[in-house]
C-alpha cells in the first residue's frame, strides 16, 4: 500500500501549533542530524515545493508531536484530545495504529496465533530487512528468545517468513532497546504495545462484522427482490425448486469495498450465477462488473427487456469505480476465513 502523507497545514491544525512553530522544529530537527531527535527525508517526509515545503508520513509526524508533547507545557494528549476522539493513551498512538492498519494485509490466523508476513512488519518497524534480520537474531539471545513456530516461522506458496502478534512484541522490546534515536526507540515500543491488541481485537472484529456486513446486503438484496431470479423471471416453488444466489454486479475481490452494498448486489438463480461465471467469464476468478452481466443479459437473455434498463441505473447510482490492487488488498477486506 502506498505511503499516506499528511500536508504540513493539516498537521499544524492538528497540534494547534504555528506555521512559525513547525518552521523551527523542522530547522532544529534538520540542523543537528546527530541528536537523539531525527526526522530522514524520504521516511519521515518528503518534499512537495521549492520553498521546502514538506507533509510528513505517520512516522514523522509521530516524531514532531512526541517532541512537542516532551518540550511544551500543554500536554499533547489535551490537544488533541477532540480531535482524536479517543482516550489520551489512544490518542499518543494514533499514528502508530494507522501505521498497523495499513501494513497488516497478510494478517492471517494459524495455529491459534495471529501472524504477519516480514513484508509487513518492516513496514510497521519503519525499518528495512537487514536490520529486522539483525533484531531478530540479537532477541533470540535474550532471556524471552524468539521462539520458531510460536513467534516466527516460515509457509505459505512461497515459503515467506511470517511473525506471530507475541514475536512482534519481542522485536519491539529489542528494538526499543538498542535503536540509539528516540523517536525510533519510542515508536518501536509503542508498535509492540498497540500491535497484539489493535490486531487481535480491533481489526479482527472489524473483517468478522464486514463478513455480517456482506451476508446482511445479500439477505436485502433477495427480499428486494422479492426472491425472484431477476434474468429469468423465475421463483422456487414446491415444483421447481432451485437455489438463489446474490451475485455482485462489480466482483466482490476486486472491488471490495462494494461487497456490502445492496446496490451492487442482484437475485439470481444459482444455475444462471454459474452460468455468467463459468461460461460468460471463463471461471470465478475473472473480475466482473456490471458492463461484464450487461452484455451477459443481452446475449444470453435478449427477451429480458427489464433488466437492462434496470442494471443501466445500478450502473448510475453506484459510479465510476476502479478494482483495487489485488497484490497487496486491505486488511480490511481479508475474507473472514483468515482470521477464524
Same mark, same amino acid.
Not at 518540550?71 to 479517543?86: G, I, P
Not at 515500543?189 to 446486503?217: C, F, S
Not at 462494494?258 to 467469464?281: G, P, Y
Given at each position: 500500500?502506498a505511503e499516506?502523507?499528511?500536508?504540513s497545514?493539516? /498537521?499544524?491544525?492538528?497540534?494547534k501549533?504555528?506555521?512559525q512553530?513547525?518552521?523551527?522544529?523542522?530547522?532544529?530537527?534538520?540542523s543537528? @542530524?546527530?541528536?537523539?531527535?531525527?526526522?530522514?527525508?524520504? !521516511?519521515?517526509?518528503?518534499?512537495?515545493?521549492?520553498?521546502?515545503?514538506?507533509?510528513?508520513?505517520?512516522?514523522?509526524?509521530?516524531?514532531?508531536?512526541?517532541?512537542?508533547?516532551t518540550? =511544551? #507545557?500543554?500536554?499533547?494528549?489535551?490537544?488533541?484530545?477532540?480531535?482524536?476522539?479517543?482516550?489520551?493513551?489512544?490518542? =499518543?498512538?494514533?499514528? *502508530?495504529?494507522k501505521?498497523?492498519?495499513?501494513?497488516?494485509?497478510?494478517? *492471517?490466523?494459524?495455529?491459534?496465533?495471529?501472524?504477519?508476513? #516480514?513484508?509487513?512488519?518492516?513496514?510497521?518497524?519503519?525499518?528495512?530487512?537487514?536490520?529486522?534480520?539483525?533484531?531478530?537474531?540479537?532477541a !533470540?539471545?535474550?532471556?524471552?528468545?524468539?521462539?520458531?513456530?510460536?513467534?516466527?516461522?516460515?509457509f505459505?506458496?512461497?515459503?515467506?517468513?511470517?511473525?506471530?502478534?507475541?514475536?512482534?512484541m519481542? /522485536?519491539?522490546?529489542?528494538?526499543s532497546t538498542?535503536?540509539?534515536?528516540?523517536?525510533?526507540?519510542?515508536?518501536?515500543?509503542?508498535?509492540?504495545?498497540?500491535?497484539? $491488541?489493535?490486531?487481535?481485537?480491533?481489526?479482527?472484529?472489524?473483517?468478522?462484522?464486514?463478513?455480517?456486513?456482506?451476508?446482511?446486503?445479500?439477505?436485502?438484496?433477495?427480499?428486494?427482490?422479492?426472491k425472484?431470479?431477476?434474468?429469468?423471471?423465475? #421463483?422456487p416453488?414446491?415444483?421447481?425448486?432451485?437455489?438463489?444466489?446474490a451475485?455482485?454486479?462489480?466482483?466482490?475481490?476486486?472491488? @471490495?469495498h462494494?461487497?456490502?452494498?445492496?446496490?451492487?448486489?442482484?437475485?439470481?438463480?444459482?444455475?444462471?450465477?454459474?452460468?455468467?461465471?463459468?461460461?460468460?467469464?471463463?471461471?470465478?476468478h475473472?473480475p466482473?462488473?456490471?458492463?461484464?452481466?450487461?452484455?451477459?443479459?443481452?446475449?444470453?437473455?435478449?427477451?429480458?427487456? #427489464?433488466?437492462?434498463?434496470?442494471?443501466?441505473?445500478?450502473?448510475? *447510482?453506484?459510479?465510476?469505480?476502479?478494482?483495487?490492487?489485488?497484490?497487496?488488498?486491505?486488511?480490511?477486506?481479508? $475474507?473472514?476465513?483468515? *482470521?477464524?
Open positions: 500500500m499516506i502523507y499528511i500536508p497545514k493539516e /498537521l499544524i491544525e492538528m497540534l501549533i504555528s506555521s512553530d513547525l518552521i523551527d522544529l523542522e530547522k532544529f530537527f534538520d543537528i @542530524p546527530d541528536d537523539e531527535w531525527e526526522l530522514e527525508e524520504g !521516511k519521515d517526509y518528503r518534499i512537495v515545493s521549492k520553498s521546502g515545503l514538506r507533509e510528513y508520513t505517520f512516522t514523522g509526524a509521530y516524531t514532531i508531536a512526541r517532541y512537542v508533547e518540550h =511544551r #507545557k500543554q500536554s499533547f494528549f489535551d490537544v488533541l484530545k477532540e480531535w482524536f476522539l479517543h482516550t489520551k493513551r489512544n490518542i =499518543r498512538r494514533a499514528f *502508530v495504529r501505521k498497523i492498519l495499513d501494513n497488516c494485509s497478510s494478517l *492471517v490466523k494459524r495455529n491459534n496465533r495471529f501472524f504477519l508476513s #516480514k513484508a509487513d512488519v518492516i513496514a510497521i518497524f519503519g525499518t528495512n530487512a537487514s536490520y529486522l534480520s539483525k533484531m531478530a537474531e540479537a !533470540k539471545r535474550t532471556d524471552t528468545s524468539l521462539i520458531e513456530g510460536e513467534d516466527y516461522e516460515s505459505g506458496d512461497k515459503n515467506e517468513l511470517y511473525y506471530s502478534l507475541p514475536g512482534v519481542k /522485536l519491539a522490546k529489542q528494538f538498542t535503536l540509539t534515536r528516540k523517536n525510533r526507540r519510542e515508536w518501536c515500543d509503542d508498535v509492540g504495545k498497540e500491535a497484539p $491488541p489493535y490486531v487481535a481485537n480491533t481489526i479482527v472484529n472489524l473483517i468478522l462484522d464486514r463478513e455480517k456486513a456482506i451476508q446482511k446486503a445479500k439477505d436485502q438484496a433477495k427480499k428486494r427482490d422479492k425472484i431470479c431477476q434474468v429469468t423471471g423465475k #421463483k416453488d414446491k415444483i421447481h425448486n432451485f437455489n438463489l444466489a451475485h455482485h454486479l462489480y466482483a466482490s475481490h476486486a472491488y @471490495p462494494l461487497a456490502d452494498v445492496e446496490n451492487n448486489l442482484i437475485t439470481i438463480s444459482c444455475e444462471v450465477h454459474d452460468q455468467f461465471h463459468q461460461h460468460f467469464m471463463g471461471g470465478t475473472q466482473c462488473t456490471i458492463d461484464d452481466f450487461i452484455d451477459f443479459v443481452h446475449q444470453y437473455y435478449p427477451t429480458n427487456s #427489464k433488466l437492462p434498463a434496470w442494471l443501466a441505473k445500478q450502473k448510475v *447510482v453506484l459510479g465510476q469505480q476502479q478494482p483495487i490492487d489485488e497484490r497487496k488488498p486491505h486488511v480490511l477486506y481479508l $475474507p473472514a476465513s483468515r *482470521v477464524l
